[in-house]
């Protein structure tokens, strides 16, 4: 799980990299590490999937290196990330990922876990309502992650 920065370079795709405290950590210096144990990657990093929009057919990007690295599943977002949605929707992944009455799920269960973690977020508002002299209720379903943020979030592998 990387919880950073990332960038995109579209000129220098290669030099896309992940910011960290110590240094920037690029697609050229991760595609020479051995990671024989690769299963999963969430890169909740900004842009770790953007890709050139100029190129749609020859994407290098942060997770298409995590896959290219061996890394059967991989969660990658196309653009800046909500510091402030963010934690909500790891949170709601990761219970669906390790919560299960029968232990942890499989890599394959991945996809599902994102999905169901940003449509999980929704708010639910009741309200009484008068029509003709009786009391009825109204849900009205709001979400809590801005459509543009649900989006954002990518899966690449089984």
């Excluded at 999963?40 to 749609?56: H, K, Q, V, Y």
């Amino acid at each position: 799980h990387f919880a950073c920065h990332g960038e995109q370079h579209a000129n220098f795709p290669d030099e896309s990299a992940f910011q960290l405290s110590d240094g920037h950590l690029s697609i050229n210096r991760i595609m020479h590490i051995d990671l024989p144990q690769a299963r999963f990657a969430f890169l909740s990093a900004c842009e770790s999937s953007m890709g050139d929009r100029t190129l749609p057919d020859e994407a290098i990007h942060l997770a298409a290196c995590m896959f290219h690295l061996g890394f059967r599943s991989v969660v990658g977002t196309m653009w800046a990330l909500d510091d402030e949605f963010v934690p909500k929707v790891m949170d709601r992944f990761y219970k669906e990922m390790l919560g299960g009455e029968d232990g942890p799920k499989p890599v394959t269960h991945a996809a599902e876990a994102l999905q169901k973690a940003v449509n999980i977020q929704v708010r639910r508002t009741v309200t009484k309502v008068f029509a003709n002299g009786r009391r009825t209720r109204e849900e009205k379903i709001t979400p809590l992650l801005p459509l543009v943020q649900r989006i954002n979030f990518v899966h690449f592998g089984v």
